[in-house]
């Protein structure tokens, strides 16, 4: 599969120069305006039916995830269960989007998830580091979309990035993106290593240029992982890749959104910075693991008016 | 139908006890008037009556005086600026202790939204009075040479776009100095200000160091045109200022003066777009438009002109327009039928001098007084729509081709109270500021306030500086 791009930009990936010159182009980010903004709006009150809308919605955009040393087949089935019901007292409340695993446990995932609709994600491209030859990478890809995962979560290298080779981090994405063939690819910026907002700015752009899916903000392995502002800059770019690519491309906030307050305030940056288009699990994901149990607290809160104990949700 | 629709989230009223009738704050206690006329005031954002306040006569006015000259000579003039410091904390702590109510209870008198009464307002007058309590102390250190004197009595006449944040601004650094006051709030929001009496009450403040006379234009020309009185501080419209330094000429009296501003926004084509959007728009649609220092004239390059206001309508699209009280709310009432009245006037002149308008698709409610935001392009220096106040949700577009232009355009008005540049470069930044004959710059950022941070203005905008070490020389005697 090729990335087309469309006409005006298609010089702007012909050499690292002109790819510098484009990415360096883009308008700045005020980092003191850009936080203040996304400070403005986590004071927005989402109450009552708004709520139960925000909710329903935060669990069908979670990619539930297990990215440890210690994850078994056994693990994987369990959360693979906890995606499919979230809430097994229940029948009402929705599924995840995907489950979220390393390469080597997607045939775990495939067997667990068969007959739903809840797609896999794999991360891979050696995963969380990124450091490895190109063709490990790309065949850690390959590996993990044979075994069936249908989304594929590949990181950039950060280093090329950082050192101004940008040709280099574009050439890998148009790379791995041909490794998935069919499967989605979403592309993490580690963002918590990028530092700047110019540079989160960029390095979307980027990612979107070279064909990603989605542009994903972190691994989860590094601190700071997603915030609200850095998320905020991606859904600008991504509004404004397609009004000027005409090319939609979704958005994942991942790592450190534990609560489910925190989920929906994101959703209200999507709201009204992205818009409506965005507000759908083909546009938007979370990646998280123990903020759905969160969400499936304030739900029941808000169905039945009482918080129930933590030990009335299940720990997978 | 939007996707993600918002449910109602209105702030509860139950923490205000608004009474059915107010009097005057003289003397440390409410009385009765002497002289004075009974009002009503109303909810702009429902028309609903509110309460019945005094129109304060002469007499009410001279009693308020005579009060303050008592407490001048006997208290607070004795008391030593550690002393009027414990005072200034004590009423700083009380106005974070009863935050929510003075919010709730400043946009229900004022229209303006909860969440502007909530996080600007009410916590920077909070800020204004920490901040001058510390001074209180420190006066011989302020640069006006050893032990600087207080003024006296200190007449002071506010608006009603922030009517309880333009309350600490004149009350904070005039009682730091050792002064003592009467104060007029605006006709439109005087519920504010009778709150702060109670405070002051609540304080065990000395009598009659705030007193707090209400009434409209009549009642404020009575106070500032006093012979009682040894200092005016005025804060409202251009031509209400004339007619005070008119009136104050020849007398012994010391003036403050913070008057109207047609403000330029710069936005140069290296600006960081998506802040500069934000930036337009609190500097022009923050609290309705109802303020002096708002960026009511964008001056964009021309070489970004569509993408930035292609980026600004859609923003404006997002905007949220209704109940003050609701917590999501962006855009309030507008505060007074005859504020609507010139809005919607100044809007028609500048449709009929050509320019194009433009408002996102808004439903306004039924009852009450509200303008949708609104812009104008193709805006030119010759139309009267960017050359008076407006003093509402109506930004005037206009454009430029180099810095050089950029400064001649945004100079080129009788105003001077504030002026806005973004650019992502620094030296621009700086030349800018240099060239802008404005009161404040505010670079990369608009509408941001901090009591440490002088403010006033050139020209026609007034004179003298509020805020910081500067607003202590407005009340002393240097």
């Not at chain 1, 859904?235 to 690519?245: T, V």
């Not at chain 2, 009410?122 to 102390?137: E, Q």
């Not at chain 2, 009496?197 to 006379?213: E, F, K, M, T």
């Not at chain 2, 500032?224 to 008119?246: L, M, Y």
Request: proline share 6%; aromatic share 8%.
């Amino acid at each position: 599969m090729t990335v087309t791009i469309p006409a005006g930009f298609a010089d702007v990936t012909a050499s690292d120069d002109t790819l510098r010159r484009f990415l360096h182009g883009l308008p700045g980010v005020d980092q003191v305006g850009v936080e203040a903004r996304a400070a403005t709006l986590a004071t927005r009150s989402i109450k009552t039916t708004a709520k139960a809308f925000a909710l329903d919605l935060a669990i069908r955009m979670v990619d539930l995830t297990t990215l440890e040393g210690q994850d078994t087949p056994g693990k994987v089935r369990a959360l693979c269960a906890k995606g499919r019901r979230p809430d097994a007292t229940d029948p009402s409340c929705p599924s995840v989007a995907a489950i979220c695993v390393y390469g080597d446990l997607v045939p775990a995932a495939v067997e667990a998830l068969a007959g739903s609709n809840i797609h896999i994600a794999a991360v891979a491209t050696a995963f969380p580091s990124g450091r490895a030859p190109l063709d490990v990478k790309l065949a850690d890809t390959k590996a993990a979309v044979a075994a069936g995962a249908d989304e594929i979560d590949m990181v950039i290298d950060r280093g090329a990035f950082l050192a101004g080779r940008y040709l280099d981090v574009y050439e890998e994405i148009v790379a791995t993106k041909q490794a998935t063939g069919d499967a989605h690819l979403k592309v993490i910026l580690e963002t918590g290593e990028l530092a700047t907002y110019d540079n989160v700015r960029r390095a979307s752009w980027l990612a979107m240029l070279a064909g990603g899916d989605f542009i994903k903000t972190s691994t989860g392995k590094v601190s700071p992982a997603a915030t609200l502002p850095v998320t905020l800059v991606m859904l600008e770019a991504a509004r404004d890749f397609r009004s000027q690519m005409g090319r939609q491309v979704g958005v994942k906030a991942a790592g450190g959104i534990r609560v489910a307050k925190d989920a929906v305030r994101y959703l209200v940056v999507v709201n009204e910075v992205a818009g409506d288009d965005w507000l759908s699990p083909d546009w938007f994901r979370f990646g998280a693991s123990s903020l759905l149990n969160d969400l499936l607290m304030q739900r029941r809160k808000l169905a039945t008016g009482n918080y129930a104990g933590p030990d009335y949700f299940t720990l997978d | 139908m939007p996707t993600f629709d918002y449910a109602p989230a209105p702030e509860s009223r139950s923490i205000v006890d608004i009474q059915p009738s107010y009097g005057l704050y003289v003397g440390g206690e409410m009385v009765d008037p002497i002289d004075g006329t009974r009002f009503k005031t109303v909810n702009p954002a429902t028309e609903e009556v509110l309460s019945e306040v005094v129109a304060a006569g002469p007499q009410d006015v001279d009693r308020a005086i005579a009060a303050a000259r008592a407490a001048y000579d006997r208290a607070w003039s004795r008391l030593s600026g550690r002393d009027r410091g414990k005072y200034l904390y004590r009423l700083a702590r009380l106005v974070q202790e009863r935050s929510r109510e003075l919010a709730v209870l400043e946009s229900i008198d004022n229209g303006k939204p909860i969440r502007e009464s909530r996080d600007v307002d009410v916590p920077l007058v909070a800020a204004h009075f920490f901040y001058y309590a510390g001074w209180a102390d420190k006066l011989d250190y302020a640069g006006f040479g050893p032990d600087p004197r207080p003024l006296g009595v200190a007449a002071q006449v506010i608006p009603w776009n922030f009517p309880l944040l333009m309350l600490a601004w004149k009350i904070a650094p005039a009682l730091a100095c050792g002064n003592t006051v009467v104060l007029k709030p605006a006709e439109t929001t005087p519920l504010t200000a009778l709150a702060f009496a109670d405070i002051c009450q609540q304080a065990d403040l000395p009598p009659g160091v705030v007193n707090v006379i209400t009434g409209a234009g009549v009642t404020g020309r009575t106070l500032v045109e006093h012979p009682g009185i040894d200092k005016v501080a005025f804060t409202g419209s251009t031509e209400v200022g004339r007619q005070i330094a008119r009136s104050v000429a020849g007398t012994r009296k010391k003036v403050t003066l913070e008057l109207g501003g047609k403000a330029a926004n710069v936005v140069f084509d290296d600006a960081p777009l998506d802040q500069a959007v934000e930036g337009i728009v609190n500097g022009i649609f923050f609290n309705q438009g109802h303020v002096c220092c708002a960026g009511s004239r964008l001056l964009v390059q021309e070489s970004v002109a569509d993408e930035l206001l292609a980026g600004l309508k859609r923003r404006l699209t997002t905007l949220r327009l209704g109940d003050p009280l609701d917590k999501n709310t962006d855009i309030g009432a507008i505060n007074s039928a005859e504020q609507l009245d010139k809005i919607r006037m100044l809007s028609e002149v500048g449709e009929t001098e050509g320019a194009e308008r433009w408002s996102p698709p808004c439903e306004l409610p039924e009852r009450g007084f509200w303008f949708p935001p609104t812009v104008f392009t193709g805006v030119s220096q010759s139309h009267r729509i960017a050359r008076e106040e407006i003093f509402g949700p109506v930004l005037s577009v206009l454009t430029f081709r180099t810095p050089g232009e950029a400064v001649d355009k945004a100079n080129n008005t009788p105003y001077g109270l504030s002026a806005g540049v973004w650019t992502e470069k620094g030296s621009r930044i700086l030349w800018m500021a240099q060239k802008l004959r404005a009161g404040v710059v505010w670079a990369n950022t608009f509408n941001r306030f901090d009591p440490t941070s002088p403010f006033g203005g050139y020209k026609e905008s007034g004179y003298g500086r509020e805020g910081g070490r500067h607003g202590l020389g407005a009340y002393l005697d240097v």
